[in-house]
């Protein structure tokens, strides 16, 4: 799929990956959905990947809401920045380890639903103008939407068809 650049692709793409991210979780059995992955040392089950999608919709809300009420704030909060992020994320985990399957699922739903109504506020020429926004740097606030959503949702899917095939290929192992 290639990379939206209009808001009428970024929505299409954002609820079309959102979807089959969905139907992916819906396929899986109940043990692979509480079930450990065993290649990862971060998202080590389903809950700590959807609490991932869930906390980067929450620092889009956040930076863009805060932003276009005239309080500069940066994407990632401090003491972060694009080399030291990884270490945010670790905290993101850390955070939720008590959070539940439920509950992950329940929060990431209502998060995209929010990004969603964001992403329709803006018109295509705020979302895919560079430097439309002064606080979005040298991009767009597109790109943004896009990493934060079908982009993301790749990733999680991606990792969640791993855990699958590990479990099945685990399975007639035995």
């Not at 993101?92 to 992403?119: A, C, G, P, Y």
């Not at 095939?165 to 007639?172: D, L, P, T, V």
């Amino acid at each position: 799929m290639a990379r939206p650049v209009t808001k009428t692709d970024l929505i299409i793409a954002a609820n079309g990956q959102f979807d089959k991210l969905w139907k992916l979780i819906d396929f899986m059995t109940e043990s692979e959905q509480t079930g450990t992955f065993g290649f990862e040392d971060r998202d080590k089950n389903l809950r700590d990947v959807l609490i991932h999608l869930y906390e980067w919709h929450q620092l889009l809300l956040n930076w863009a809401n805060a932003n276009r009420k005239g309080e500069q704030k940066p994407f990632l909060p401090e003491p972060y920045n694009w080399k030291t992020y990884p270490q945010m994320n670790v905290e993101f985990w850390e955070k939720h380890q008590k959070t539940s399957l439920i509950d992950s699922k329940k929060r990431l739903k209502e998060s995209h639903s929010n990004v969603m109504n964001l992403i329709e506020t803006f018109s295509n020429e705020e979302l895919f103008t560079k430097k439309y926004f002064p606080w979005t740097g040298t991009t767009n606030l597109g790109s943004y939407c896009v990493s934060a959503t079908s982009s993301h949702y790749d990733w999680a899917m991606k990792k969640i068809k791993m855990h699958i095939k590990n479990n099945k290929c685990c399975e007639s192992d035995q």
